[in-house]
């Protein structure tokens, strides 16, 4: 009962609120929840942290659910996670079935997102109380070992290697502070930038920098055009509808929500792999797949089950072992730590209060995610067409109002804005990775002080292999890891060999 | 053989340069690392564009340079006004209200494909209804700074 008088109707309309203009930033083709989230940070600046985190939750379900919109009524993914949505869910809709389409996408979503949530509420408690013996040994190597599973599972493992350290030694800029046991020395800069980066570039401009400014630029340089002209959108009416059709889906359903939960749970992996990871594998082993593609429910079931499970898996590790699972939960461990609160393996058992508000806020955000789209989604559907004149402008506004006030009135904060739009912007296209670098950027510092203290007080670089078998087991983790990335980069030689001679 | 070995791999990290140590090992590992990316990546892919096989980022393809550039030059501008309108009147969020209005304005318009009547109406009302809603909702209900 005492949980009861943490909640009032603020913490529930903030919830809805948030859910609300997360699923129309994510309805819109190029908005992520990454940026409905950054974007609406200074909103929470005012907010307590309850009620900031209601916001918050609610922004990045509804982001990620937005995604199917567009996927859905003009083959356009509105968030990268929903892009096998398009598979099935823009055939259904030529065929005048797409409200159909998208009422099956939210059920698939409400049920994806509350299986990652109780999977997550079951999980992370369990995986803080065990990573709570870990010394700075262990620390360091799980970031190391974060760090190598999301090269492993970039494009190229090099690049992804790369890209993470250029993160991490972004990450070091500034001093090495007394506060982390440091001797409050700067590094890595001139003289004439100490008075700007003493303590280095603030996490939460150089996020919002990149995830916002960089989107505008890459579209600028495309010339803002609208993918949307000349396209209708029209969400039929047929009463084609029911819950017979997920008859028989509930492996498929279940399957997908896994998959989803545990690739959330792999940091730095996009929700696009957990959609096609669960499509394929719904291809791969249902009876009948040969409908998929061409506008098969199943199809549209897995995709978003999946991209919605992300939410639940990308929280577990944030708050057992203050690694975000994602790009978005990147973003929230910088509005956490806005609040005062570090995630960690005490963020559970110090703020037992907080995590069951979490879970709440999380549950609820479903929820009003499934009622918002699949009542209203005739209306929601009419913001995939706002033009992109109106809309850029006013989150240039909203990104220099977070960095501005991030830290009380820093200008600089401003400028780094615009310093990592541009760096953001030249990453994407000469091919590096954005996650790992930013994944790199978030966990440098504290690699650093691990590393240099467990060096201190062992005295020898043995350490790292003798000093548990916690750390035996990492190094195994992390050589798995790589093993994964060699076989698999080797596998899809072999494929593109045969394509080519076929 | 061991003693050797363990004491090369045994260290002391000196407190006075500690701030050095691990920068300089991870500039290290960025350094080989993007040697390997030239030999392995970079090299292959010059070869290819002086094939004609692929091209340049940035600079061999085509791109929208007028807004491009137009949405840097706006954004440097917007933020260093910004900050000088928002001296002349300080701990107000007047510097952020006006400046808004007007980068808001000429990024709409810049990025207009069709200027009609009536998109130019919604572009302007847009313009001066989104900065001043942020401001009183920020600036003024919840006390936020702005410039």
Request: some cysteine.
């Amino acid at each position: 009962m005492e949980l009861l008088s943490l909640f009032d109707i603020t913490f529930f309309l903030l919830v809805a609120f948030g859910t609300l203009v997360g699923i129309i930033f994510g309805a819109i083709p190029g908005m992520t929840a990454t940026m409905a989230v950054a974007v609406c940070l200074p909103l929470t600046y005012a907010l307590g942290l309850h009620n900031g985190l209601a916001l918050l939750l609610g922004l990045y379900v509804g982001g990620i659910s937005g995604g199917m919109v567009p996927a859905v009524l003009i083959n356009i993914p509105g968030t990268p996670s929903s892009i096998t949505t398009t598979f099935d869910g823009y055939p259904m809709a030529q065929k005048g079935e797409g409200e159909k389409a998208l009422r099956i996408c939210v059920i698939a979503s409400v049920f994806g997102g509350l299986v990652s949530a109780a999977v997550l509420f079951l999980f992370a408690p369990l995986l803080a109380d065990f990573s709570i013996k870990f010394s700075y040994v262990e620390k360091f190597l799980i970031i190391l070992l974060a760090l190598s599973v999301i090269a492993s599972l970039s494009n190229s493992m090099l690049v992804g290697i790369f890209s993470g350290v250029i993160g991490v030694w972004l990450s070091l800029i500034g001093d090495y502070s007394t506060t982390d046991g440091g001797n409050g020395k700067t590094r890595l800069m001139f003289d004439f930038m100490e008075p700007y980066l003493f303590e280095g570039f603030s996490l939460l401009p150089v996020l919002i920098g990149i995830f916002g400014i960089s989107t505008i630029l890459l579209e600028a340089e495309k010339g803002i055009k609208s993918e949307v002209s000349g396209k209708s959108v029209k969400v039929s009416k047929d009463a084609g509808f029911s819950l017979s059709i997920f008859k028989g889906s509930l492996t498929n359903l279940t399957r997908s929500s896994f998959i989803g939960t545990f690739v959330g749970l792999l940091p730095g992996v996009g929700g696009s792999a957990a959609s096609v990871l669960a499509y394929t594998q719904e291809k791969n082993l249902s009876r009948d797949s040969s409908q998929m593609g061409k506008g098969a429910p199943q199809g549209i079931m897995a995709s978003e089950s999946a991209n919605n499970a992300l939410t639940g898996g990308a929280l577990i590790p944030l708050l057992s072992l203050g690694i975000p699972g994602d790009s978005t939960t990147a973003v929230l461990i910088g509005a956490f730590t806005l609040q005062g609160i570090q995630v960690g393996p005490l963020f559970i058992p110090e703020n037992t209060e907080t995590w069951y508000v979490m879970m709440t806020a999380l549950v609820f955000a479903n929820i009003v995610m499934f009622f918002l789209m699949f009542y209203a989604i005739k209306h929601i559907a009419k913001v995939v067409l706002v033009p992109k004149h109106i809309l850029f402008p006013i989150i240039v506004m909203m990104c220099v109002v977070g960095a501005y006030a991030i830290n009380y009135g820093i200008m600089f904060d401003v400028w780094t804005l615009l310093i990592f739009g541009v760096v953001g912007y030249l990453i994407q296209k000469v091919g590096l990775e954005v996650a790992p670098l930013i994944i790199g950027f978030i966990l440098g510092s504290q690699a650093e002080v691990y590393f240099v203290k467990s060096l201190e007080s062992a005295g020898t670089f043995t350490t790292f292999f003798t000093k548990s078998p916690i750390a035996v087991v990492l190094w195994l983790l992390i050589l798995a890891s790589v093993v994964f990335s060699v076989l698999m980069s080797r596998k899809n030689r072999a494929k593109q060999l045969q394509n080519i001679a076929s | 053989m061991e003693t050797g070995l363990s004491s090369l791999l045994s260290i002391s990290v000196d407190f006075e340069n500690s701030h050095l140590f691990f920068p300089t090992i991870v500039s290290w590992i960025m350094a080989v690392l993007f040697v390997i990316v030239l030999a392995t990546k970079v090299a292959p892919f010059l070869v290819a564009v002086k094939k004609g096989e692929r091209s340049l980022p940035i600079l061999g393809e085509p791109m929208d340079a007028w807004r491009f550039f137009g949405t840097l030059a706006l954004i440097a501008a917007y933020f260093y006004l910004m900050a000088v309108v928002g001296n002349l009147f300080p701990y107000t969020g007047y510097g952020f209200l006006i400046v808004s209005i007007v980068f808001v304005l000429l990024m709409s318009l810049m990025y207009m494909h069709k200027w009609t009547k009536k998109s130019l109406i919604i572009v302007a009302t847009n313009a001066v209804v989104a900065p001043s809603l942020v401001w009183l909702i920020l600036a003024k209900l919840f006390a936020i700074t702005l410039p």
